[in-house]
């Protein structure tokens, strides 16, 4: 399963994989479309901070 369909079908799981890539560098295998998009719509809400800190309290677990 690709990225994308990953990001469509499994949202939690599409996160995660994408934490993982960033983490190790895997910039090949990231989906930059939907990441884009999920940055992008971050900017304009209110809940930033929180959403970033779940973000990156769900990468630490991995």
């Known amino acids: 399963m690709s990225n994308s369909d990953l990001y ?3 949202f939690v799981l599409w ?4 934490c993982q ?3 190790t560098r895997n910039f090949d ?3 930059i479309d939907n990441l884009i ?3 992008a719509s971050l900017g304009g809400t209110g809940i ?5 800190k779940v973000e990156l309290a ?3 677990w991995l």
């Open 21 to 23: 890539q960033l983490k």
């Open 29 to 31: 295998e990231l989906d």
């Open 58 to 60: 769900s990468c630490q």
């Open 8 to 10: 469509d079908q499994d």
């Open 48 to 52: 930033l901070p929180v959403v970033v």
């Open 15 to 18: 996160t995660e994989t994408t």
């Open 37 to 39: 998009e999920e940055i």
